[in-house]
């Protein structure tokens, strides 16, 4: 079946522009991630929602930096008056559940990752 | 301190060896412990899962975690180039899925 999509793949704006970024997870997922990841190192977690509820969004680098699930699926990520240091890929992933860990620990909540999106503000 | 250490390499051995990948972490609480396999360009993909401490094979690949060290391994026997990536680990302490990944160690298998 379809993978998590996002859109656009590629996004090149000024400094002080606004941008969204979409995340269209994979049929049926409830949680939904969204993560940075700079060049050369791991992602890196932003915010995380279960349907349309943001639960954590502890990773979000400053108040410029927000994001949507309105409807329980496809998610938005904005940045406001953006900067040059926040050039980066942008991911998300969408995983079935948040937590189902059996006793053998049965990898209920994986997470499957979209191709990201490579953001450039110059 | 990051909270997960990993070295970035690049890793470059020959097929057929066996590679030993590791990562060291300094949270406690940490529970769930992966390594993620990522193609240059490509989103990474899971690849071994590992809950608290113990070993887990699949196939040529075998996860090892140490809670009392903190430290976690990813073994691949019988390497081939299809396993030139850049692997990453991550953890989670659980309630939820924040994954807190290292920074991905390069692999090059070459014939």
């Known amino acids: 079946g379809a993978g998590v999509s996002q859109s656009p793949r590629y996004k090149v704006t000024k400094r002080g522009q606004d941008v969204a970024l979409r995340c269209d997870p994979i049929s049926g997922h409830v949680s939904l991630y969204w993560y940075r990841q700079a060049l050369g190192q791991g992602p890196e977690f932003l915010t995380y929602f279960n349907y349309e509820a943001q639960q954590d969004k502890s990773g979000l680098p400053n108040d410029r930096f927000s994001a949507e699930r309105p409807e329980g699926s496809i998610s938005t990520l904005t940045i406001q008056r953006t900067e040059q240091r926040d050039s980066a890929m942008y991911r998300c992933?969408?995983?079935?559940?948040?937590?189902?860990?059996?006793?053998?620990?049965?990898?209920?909540?994986?997470?499957?990752f979209g191709p990201g999106t490579r953001l450039t503000v110059t | 301190q990051k909270e997960v250490e990993q070295d970035p390499g690049p890793l470059s051995v020959p097929e057929g060896a066996i590679v030993s990948l590791n990562c060291t972490y300094s949270n406690s609480a940490f529970q769930y412990f992966m390594w993620y396999r990522q193609y240059s360009r490509k989103g990474p993909e899971l690849l071994m899962y590992t809950y608290s401490s113990g070993n887990k094979e699949d196939g040529r690949f075998t996860a090892q975690v140490d809670k009392s060290s903190k430290y976690i391994s990813l073994f691949i026997r019988d390497s081939q180039p299809s396993d030139s990536a850049t692997y990453l680990c991550?953890?989670?302490?659980?309630?939820?899925?924040?994954?807190?990944f290292g920074a991905g160690t390069r692999l090059a298998v070459h014939p």
């Open positions: 991550a953890m989670s302490a659980g309630g939820y899925n924040k994954l807190i």
């Open positions: 992933a969408s995983s079935l559940e948040t937590q189902r860990i059996g006793v053998s620990g049965s990898i209920g909540y994986e997470q499957y």
